[in-house]
C-alpha cells in the first residue's frame, strides 16, 4: 500500500509538471530558418540604406548635411543681397541670367553630391567560405608573425602575385571578406567593405571613392570649384559697381555691401581647397593613380603598370561604361536564424573600424558556448531522471527549481541528435525508463 501511494506521488508529480521553458539561446539553436530578409537587412558593413535598400550610404552620412549647407547657404546670400545690384547695374537680360545661372548650377553640384554619396562605390562581394589552400610554394613562406598565419584560415598564403600589362603586382587577402582582393582594390576600415579600385573615403561626401563613383565624385569637385569661381568674380564686380556709383574707395563699398566682403573671403578659401583638390585629381587621372596608390605605393619613383598614356587615362575615367553593381541590395537572400541575428546585431551595432575581422568569430564563440551550456542542462536532466530510475521507491523534494522539473520532449531530443551526444542512446532509455514509471 505504502508503494502505491510512494507511485501515485511521482506520477502527481509529472503529471503537474510545468511545460519546458527554452532560454533566447535554445530557440536561437532550435529554431528553423526565419523568413527571408532583403540583402540590405542583412547586410554585414557599416553603410547605411534608404528607400528600403534603394539607396546605399556611408555609416558617416551625417556630413552630407554639412557638405550641403555650406554649398546652398552662400548661394542664398548671394542670390538674396548681391545679385539684387547686379541687376540694376547691367542690361536686365544679363542681370537676370546672372542671378538664374548661380542657383541652378548650385543645384547642379549638390546633384553630383548625392550621386557620388548614394550610389555603391563598386563594392566586392565577400566570400562565405575562405579560399582552399593551394600547395604552390606559398604556405612554407608564411611568416610566424603574419596575423593570418594565426588568426586566419590555415594554409592561406596574405599574398599572391598576378600579372597586369605585364608587371607582376600583388594582391593581398583580405581576413574580413575571405578573399583575394583583385588588382587596385582595398578594405575600407570605415564602411567595413573591399572597394574595386578604391581611392579614398572621403568624410564629406560620408561615402568611399571607388570605381563606379569617382567620375562623379571628379565632377562634383571641379564644379564646387566653378561655382566658388562664379560667386568670388561677381561679388568683386559687385563692388567695383559700388566704387564707380559712389566714388569711394574699397572699404567704403565694402561697408555699402558686407555680404559681397564675406562672399569673397569665404569663396576665396573654399577655392583654394576645392581647387587643389581638383589639381590633385588632374594629375592622378594623367598618370592614371589612385590617391591610395599615391601615398602608398609612390608611383613617380617606380613604374606605374596601370598608366596607359594621358588620353586613354583620361578615356578610362570619363568616357569608359561604369560597370554595374555587383549587389542587388533588395533581392531576397535565406539564412538560418543566427546568421540573420548577427547581421542585424551588426546593423544596430557597426562595426568599428578596429574590430572587423574578429565579430564573425566571437559570434561563433557566443553560439558554440550557448551550445555547451545547453548540453550541459540536458545531461544534468537526464542524469536526474536516471537517479530516479535507480532508486524508484525513493521519493523526490518538493523544493525542486524549473530545471529538475523537466519530462522528454522532442526539440530536446532533436538538440541532443543535433549535437550528436555520445551518450544519447543511454539519455533515451533513460527517458523511456522515466516514463515506463508514469505507467
Known amino acids: 500500500m505504502r508503494k502505491n501511494d510512494m507511485v501515485r506521488t511521482q506520477e502527481r508529480m509529472y503529471t503537474t509538471a510545468l511545460p519546458p521553458q527554452h532560454s533566447d539561446s535554445d530557440s536561437r539553436i532550435i529554431d528553423t530558418p526565419g523568413p527571408s530578409l532583403h540583402l540590405y537587412q542583412v547586410w554585414k558593413g557599416n553603410n547605411r540604406f534608404c528607400f528600403n535598400g534603394r539607396i546605399i550610404l556611408g555609416p558617416d552620412s551625417r556630413s552630407l548635411f554639412l557638405t550641403v549647407s555650406l554649398i546652398v547657404v552662400p548661394v542664398i546670400l548671394f542670390c538674396s543681397f548681391v545679385s539684387q545690384r547686379l541687376v540694376e547695374q547691367f542690361p536686365r537680360h544679363i542681370g537676370n541670367l546672372i542671378v538664374v545661372l548661380c542657383p541652378l548650377f548650385a543645384v547642379y553640384v549638390v546633384i553630383l553630391l548625392l550621386i557620388t554619396s548614394a550610389r555603391d562605390p563598386g563594392i566586392i562581394p565577400r566570400s562565405l567560405h575562405p579560399p582552399e589552400p593551394e600547395d604552390d610554394g606559398y604556405v612554407s613562406s608564411i611568416s610566424s608573425d603574419w596575423p593570418g598565419s594565426q588568426n586566419g584560415p590555415p594554409g592561406v598564403p596574405p599574398t599572391k602575385d598576378t600579372m597586369v600589362n605585364g608587371v607582376i603586382v600583388k594582391i593581398k587577402y583580405c581576413q574580413t571578406c575571405m578573399l583575394y582582393r ?225 519530462e522528454s520532449s522532442p526539440d530536446i531530443q532533436m538538440l541532443a541528435a543535433e549535437f550528436g551526444m555520445e551518450h544519447g542512446s543511454t539519455g533515451r532509455q533513460k527517458i523511456e525508463g522515466a516514463n515506463d514509471l508514469k505507467t
Request: with cysteine; aromatic share 14%; hydrophobic share 35%.
Open 182 to 406: 583583385p588588382p587596385r582594390c582595398s578594405h575600407c576600415s570605415i564602411c567595413n567593405n573591399c572597394v574595386e579600385r578604391f581611392d579614398h573615403h572621403c568624410p564629406w561626401v560620408g561615402q568611399c571613392i571607388g570605381k563606379r563613383n569617382y567620375r562623379f565624385f571628379f565632377m562634383f569637385v571641379s564644379s564646387t570649384t566653378m561655382l566658388c569661381l562664379y560667386v568670388f568674380a561677381f561679388c568683386w564686380v559687385n563692388i567695383m559697381k559700388i566704387m564707380d556709383a559712389y566714388h569711394c574707395n574699397l572699404w567704403r563699398a565694402l561697408s555699402r555691401s558686407p555680404v559681397s566682403g564675406f562672399l569673397i573671403l569665404y569663396t576665396f578659401g573654399a577655392a583654394w581647397f576645392v581647387g587643389g583638390l581638383t589639381g590633385f585629381h588632374l594629375y592622378l587621372i594623367f598618370t592614371n593613380q589612385t590617391t591610395y596608390e599615391n601615398f602608398r605605393y609612390r608611383y613617380n619613383v617606380k613604374m606605374n603598370p596601370y598608366n596607359r598614356g594621358c588620353f586613354r587615362n583620361v578615356g578610362e575615367v570619363f568616357f569608359s561604361k561604369i560597370p554595374r553593381s555587383k549587389h542587388n541590395f533588395r533581392e531576397m537572400v535565406k539564412g538560418d536564424s543566427s546568421s540573420v541575428y548577427a547581421s542585424s546585431m551588426s546593423l544596430r551595432h557597426p562595426m568599428s573600424p578596429e574590430i572587423p575581422k574578429t565579430s564573425s568569430d566571437i559570434e561563433m564563440g557566443k553560439r558554440q558556448a550557448v551550445a555547451a551550456e545547453d548540453l550541459e542542462d540536458i545531461q544534468s536532466q537526464i542524469d536526474r531522471v536516471g537517479g530516479l530510475e535507480r532508486c524508484g521507491t525513493q521519493p523526490r523534494h518538493t523544493n525542486w527549481d524549473h530545471k529538475t522539473n523537466w
